[in-house]
């Protein structure tokens, strides 16, 4: 969707390297959220934050890490501790105050070397 | 938490057949979307639909929140709605829980 900028678009990691992935978004939203898809799968979700300065774990937030400095931004980092990194990242965020629909980032797909 | 359930999980249409996709949740929610996945991996917003029904081209949905489903239709099927369809609901505060997804294969 428009406004929401995820970069890059491909990443590759070698062993033991943590990795930040971006997400970038001009719409004024407050909330934000991270999920991770793998082939053939669902989505699910790794971390999200309501405000600046927040944020909650989501089902599989093990071996990740974010912050949330401001509005328009909320960085990922993969962590040498994520065992299976190799994934499709999105990045989405919605206004939770008028219960609008959430809107997607173009993805980040990540894999090991 | 809530559960959402898509049926059925793959389907493959010949060009120009029409067909409907299942969303089926747990309990009762204040937000229902529904997202096309493209092959490039694209999450694109179909409907945001808690209740009633909506259309858009050769695509409407339906929610009957009160039995707890929804229903996507696809009308004269091309292969450029070939991908993954994935239906996603949120409870109070919380963030949006997906189903795993319908894969559709439209052939020409």
């Known amino acids: 969707d428009g406004g929401i900028t995820q970069s890059p678009k491909y990443l590759f990691r070698k062993e033991g390297q943590n990795v930040t992935l971006s997400c970038e978004q001009n719409l004024n939203h407050d909330a934000m959220y991270w999920y991770r898809q793998d082939p053939g799968q669902g989505l699910r979700l790794i971390y999200y934050s309501q405000i600046v300065n927040d944020f909650q774990k989501g089902d599989i937030a093990e071996g990740y890490s974010v912050s949330r400095e401001k509005k328009e931004s909320f960085p990922l980092t993969v962590t040498s501790a994520q065992k299976n990194p190799t994934a499709f990242y999105l990045c989405?965020?919605?206004?939770?105050?008028?219960?609008?629909?959430?809107?997607f980032g173009d993805g980040t797909r990540l894999s090991i070397l | 938490g809530i559960q959402v359930e898509q049926s059925p999980p793959d389907l493959i249409l010949q060009e120009g057949a029409n067909s409907t996709l299942r969303c089926n949740f747990s309990d009762s929610v204040n937000n229902l979307q529904w997202f096309h996945q493209n092959p490039w991996g694209q999450l694109i917003n179909l409907f945001y639909?808690?209740?009633g029904t909506k259309q858009n081209g050769r695509l409407s949905a339906t929610t009957v929140a009160t039995e707890r489903y929804s229903l996507l239709y696809i009308s004269s099927s091309q292969t450029t709605d070939s991908g993954v369809y994935f239906c996603?609901?949120?409870?109070?505060?919380?963030?949006?829980?997906f189903g795993k997804g319908t894969r559709l294969s439209v052939i020409a």
């Open positions: 639909i808690p209740s």
């Open positions: 996603a609901v949120v409870r109070g505060n919380t963030p949006l829980v």
């Open positions: 989405a965020t919605t206004n939770r105050d008028t219960n609008q629909p959430q809107h």
